[in-house]
């Protein structure tokens, strides 16, 4: 398997504890070093989605863990076509919060699109992916028709811990800082104001959603 985006090796852990024979490609050399340092036995390699240094169909799988939406498809759909065996998978898997859940749903209405995107709860994440494995440009695909799912699970939260994890988006950390203070205080408020949140340790709802194609 190719964790492509491997970052620094969240999603690898995982696959090679599954016995999986994996290659992880990064682009940013400090995640790449923390990759490295964190699972040593791994071969770990300086690429991107849109050039991988490996050969023509050496891989029977390419997994990207919250990373696809980044990729450029019209050039790294080929790419990741190329490294496939014949008839091998590509999958996306991203993070979302179980918006299902009350709570969960007024939290992202609180939070804002720029803290918990169009990526972020099932809905729109399914929208939003359901031709991510598509280039953009006119140009054939490479992939067959995809399929979605969803497995839920949850993640133990503190208000602090969830409210740090939140400010390290992308949409917040583009924002001016006074903008910011008060987004990431109206969340605190909101968790503060949550009989399910207000005390301690609480559980976020989690769904980690999976598109999932089959190389043409």
Do not use: Y
Not at 57 to 64: E, G
Not at 158 to 178: H, K, N
């Amino acid at each position: 398997m190719l964790d492509l985006g491997a970052g620094t090796g969240k999603l690898t852990v995982t696959l090679v504890a599954l016995g999986a024979e994996v290659i992880a490609v990064e682009p940013d050399p400090g995640m790449l070093t923390e990759l490295c340092r964190l699972l040593p036995d791994v071969r770990a390699l300086s690429g991107s989605a849109e050039e991988i240094p490996l050969p023509d169909a050496s891989v029977d799988a390419v997994l990207a863990g919250n990373a696809m939406h980044w990729f450029d498809m019209a050039v790294a759909g080929p790419e990741i076509a190329r490294v496939l065996a014949p008839s091998g998978i590509l999958a996306g898997l991203w993070n979302l919060m179980d918006d299902q859940v009350e709570w969960v749903a007024g939290l992202a209405r609180v939070s804002g699109s720029a803290a918990i995107g169009p990526r972020d709860t099932p809905t729109s994440w399914r929208a939003e992916t359901a031709g991510m494995h598509l280039p953009k440009t006119g140009a054939a695909a490479r992939f067959g028709s995809p399929e979605q799912a969803e497995f839920s699970h949850g993640q133990r939260r503190t208000t602090d811990s969830l409210v740090a994890t939140i400010a390290t988006r992308a949409g917040v950390l583009v924002m001016p800082e006074q903008e910011q203070e008060v987004t990431l205080g109206r969340i605190r408020t909101f968790l503060a104001g949550r009989p399910e949140t207000a005390r301690g340790e609480f559980t976020l709802p989690m769904l980690t959603g999976v598109l999932r194609v089959q190389r043409l």
